[in-house]
């Protein structure tokens, strides 16, 4: 007899049952996890769910774009920016004009306003169902990725096509929440929106207000939806009296690595703790202070912000995938007023490159005004002396931390920057937390550790003390936090080369290739603008006696010149790079994977010139031309004046 079965028996003994109070949500949560049937869930998405699939996707990439002007090619970086925004503005009228999916009409009516017993019963049966089908759905997937990365020689492609499958198949309750955002976000394009979706922000409003998490980030198109988080916080905001001075705290940690459980530890909320999808996401959840000691804390919300899908190993070989980590970890750590590192042992080295990559980037942001609080928390640590004993490897850390941050800000041209601590608010003895494993073995058999929540709980503690003493920053509410919010992203999506490096010797050595390709491209471009010059002055200073052919012979000649001139200084770069990637001083194999990137522009450098000269030398010959048309016209003038 299974648990389930027993709901009558416990009814009979007199116990209170959810499932006797909660069927009509039941039934419709069975009912829409029922209507995906056996379909692939990347084609259920895109019919129930549409505005988050590659629409949105595109969007987000046009709008870095916008900021970056990194492909703009020929085109004058104007022009590039209004072809840009056309395109994002066909795309939102597109997504405007998407009618409501009967699923999401269906899961925003199970979510009435002012009725929180329903909600959370409905929302809580979602949850166990579709956790559920993904768990079913994903299970073969999951076995492929791990019989593909087992395998001595790994086929590359196949386990980047699996992981792709494998993010575009995961489904839970967050992606519904997703798409009421974004169904809010762009049904104010159209301005025929029904009162059903002007209501949507005061709803998640109070879904916050309840313990519910808010998505800040979509990581998987990595995007904000700028409006629909801005007027769900500033519906919040008037629903608290407008009191909501703001602590953030975020926890930043490597997927799996036991962060959401230290979070649901410390404050009782409840993040979604390896729920087995693959997603890359940043949430928001409102942790309300108690009014004993909001003048203590000088606060009246936490704000817990947690991440999910970081250095996810089935997200590994996906194309952008140390972009996403390193834009998503530096942005959380920009908006937090406490930032908690969670490090497990078997993960330190790849927490590090992100950190690294975070420093890198406040670095080359202008202007950033935070200097967050730091602790790095240990976990599967145990024993009473651990404090002491990791002193050594917290001090190597450290160093290397330091090395790099000087690195970084040597890159950045800002030599006031010299230790890791000048980042981030940390010290070696007082952040430093060694906290033992959940579990006495191997779970599921295992039995819960004691130890971790004593451990947790005077981490907390210690946290919370250390927060009522710093009374020196400014309390942000949800108006200036926005603003903040807005300022980042911003910034972020400014931010153009360093997410895409594993960590700061690899930007580094990026670094000091470009520098030596732009000495030889200047080079490049110094012989072939004073050749063109000498080459129009011989074309400008010919005869003007002689014939017109003679000229455009001449203009050939010097374009089968010019053919061999730019050969000739493509053949002395590749030669350059080939020499340059043969060094052994400089990290040149960390930047293998960019030698075609380089070739590829050094073939654009000569076409692009090819083309640019050639126009110059027809021109040089339209203008010799012209000049000796206007002097034999001046001749035919004065020849009639003086007869």
């Not at 999910?308 to 007023?337: C, R």
Request: hydrophobic share 35%; net charge neutral; with cysteine.
């Amino acid at each position: 007899m299974s648990i389930e079965n027993m709901v009558d028996k416990a009814v009979d003994l007199g116990l209170s049952v959810d499932e006797c109070t909660s069927d009509d949500q039941k039934e419709t949560a069975e009912k829409i996890v029922k209507g995906i049937g056996v379909r692939k869930i990347p084609d259920y998405k895109r019919k129930q769910l549409p505005l988050q699939g590659a629409d949105w996707k595109r969007l987000s990439q046009l709008e870095k774009e916008e900021c970056r002007l990194k492909t703009h090619g020929n085109l004058e970086p104007e022009q590039y920016k209004s072809q840009l925004q056309r395109e994002k503005q066909q795309i939102k009228e597109k997504l405007g004009k998407q009618k409501l999916s009967d699923d999401m009409n269906t899961f925003i009516k199970q979510l009435p306003k002012n009725d929180s017993k329903n909600r959370d019963f409905f929302l809580k049966w979602m949850k166990l169902k579709l956790d559920a089908h993904s768990r079913d759905q994903l299970s073969s997937l999951r076995h492929q990725w791990t019989e593909q990365s087992k395998k001595k020689d790994k086929d590359v492609k196949e386990i980047a096509k699996l992981d792709q499958e494998l993010l575009e198949s995961s489904l839970g309750i967050e992606h519904y929440m997703r798409e009421m955002g974004l169904i809010y976000e762009f049904s104010l394009q159209s301005q025929n929106s029904a009162d059903e979706v002007h209501r949507l922000p005061g709803l998640a409003a109070e879904l916050l207000l309840d313990g519910y998490p808010l998505e800040l980030l979509d990581g998987d198109a990595s995007n904000i939806p700028e409006k629909w988080v801005r007027d769900v916080l500033m519906e919040q905001h008037r629903k608290v009296g407008e009191k909501s001075r703001l602590l953030v705290l975020t926890v930043l940690g490597l997927r799996s690595s036991g962060k959401s459980t230290l979070l649901n530890t410390m404050f009782g909320v409840q993040f979604a703790v390896s729920s087995g999808r693959c997603t890359r996401v940043a949430y928001m959840l409102f942790l309300r202070v108690s009014d004993d000691i909001q003048h203590q804390l000088n606060c009246d919300f936490i704000v817990l912000i947690d991440t999910e899908g970081l250095k996810a190993p089935q997200l590994a070989q996906l194309e952008d995938s140390y972009w996403h980590d390193n834009q998503l970890a530096t942005f959380v750590i920009g908006l937090s007023d406490v930032t908690i590192i969670n490090v497990a042992s078997e993960n330190s080295t790849e927490m590090k490159d992100i950190l690294q990559i975070g420093i890198h980037a406040f670095l080359r942001m202008k202007k950033i005004g935070k200097k967050p609080i730091c602790h790095f928390v240990h976990q599967n640590v145990a024993g009473v002396s651990a404090h002491a004993r990791t002193l050594t490897e917290r001090q190597h850390l450290l160093d290397q931390l330091n090395e790099m941050t000087e690195i970084a800000a040597e890159m950045e041209k800002n030599p006031s920057i010299k230790r890791f601590t000048d980042v981030l608010d940390y010290d070696i003895k007082e952040n430093n937390w060694n906290i033992p494993g959940l579990w006495h073995g191997t779970p599921p058999m295992a039995s819960v550790n004691t130890g971790y929540s004593e451990a947790v709980a005077d981490f907390k503690k210690n946290l919370l003390e250390t927060v009522k003493k710093d009374k020196t920053g400014d309390v942000s509410q949800i108006p200036e936090f926005l603003e903040w919010v807005r300022s980042l992203w911003k910034a972020v999506k400014y931010e153009n080369v360093i997410f895409g490096f594993r960590n700061t010797l690899v930007a580094q050595a990026y670094d000091n290739l470009c520098k030596e390709f732009s000495q030889w491209e200047w080079k490049f471009k110094k012989d072939l603008i004073f050749w063109q010059d000498g080459a129009k002055l011989e074309i400008l200073n010919y005869d003007n006696k002689t014939h017109v052919n003679t000229w455009k012979t001449l203009v050939a000649s010097k374009k089968t010149q010019l053919i061999a001139k730019i050969e000739g200084g493509r053949t002395e770069m590749d030669e350059k790079l080939d020499d340059y990637y043969k060094r052994k001083d400089i990290h040149v194999n960390l930047v293998e994977k960019y030698k075609i990137d380089f070739i590829n522009r050094i073939r654009s450098l000569k076409d692009d010139f090819q083309h640019s000269v050639n126009n110059a030398l027809d021109c040089a010959l339209e203008e010799k031309i012209s000049s000796k048309e206007a002097q034999d016209i001046q001749s035919k003038q004065r020849e009639i004046i003086e007869k």
